[in-house]
């Protein structure tokens, strides 16, 4: 059983920067993939960035280059970098996680199998 806990989320106005952490805990397999989500309001829960244990990354298309993903303590620990925020990037942020797991994909949250609590992140204009 993987645990995990997302911290970093907050308030910024727009052009500015956050960083998101989510510590996991448990027993990953060889194959393992994390990943962040997130959902606004009457939309489904989209892929933000993920990564698995070879680092190979992939981001949704409207990240342009702005978030970078990564991990740290054997993959214990991701982290998401967000520059240039805008109004369109609040939402409440997921962690997540699915082991064994090699093809990290981002199309569907069903994919992954662990889940946080999630942090509320709100970019002002």
């Known amino acids: 059983l993987v645990q995990l806990v997302e911290s970093g989320g907050g308030s910024v106005r727009a052009g500015g920067s956050l960083r998101l952490s989510c510590e996991a805990s448990?027993?990953?397999?060889?194959?393992?993939?994390l990943a962040w989500f997130r959902q606004v309001p009457g939309k489904e829960r989209e892929g933000v960035a993920s990564?698995?244990?070879?680092?190979?990354?992939r981001y949704g298309d409207f990240v342009n280059n702005r978030f970078t993903i990564s991990t740290i303590n054997d993959m214990h620990t991701v982290i998401l970098d967000m520059n240039n925020l805008n109004p369109n990037d609040s939402g409440v942020y997921y962690c997540?996680?699915?082991?064994?797991?090699?093809?990290?994909?981002?199309?569907?949250?069903?994919?992954?199998?662990?889940w946080g609590q999630g942090t509320q992140v709100t970019v002002s204009s």
């Open positions: 990564i698995n244990r070879d680092g190979r990354t």
């Open positions: 448990g027993h990953f397999y060889s194959g393992v993939c």
């Open positions: 997540a996680a699915d082991t064994p797991c090699w093809a990290n994909r981002l199309e569907r949250s069903t994919d992954y199998h662990e």
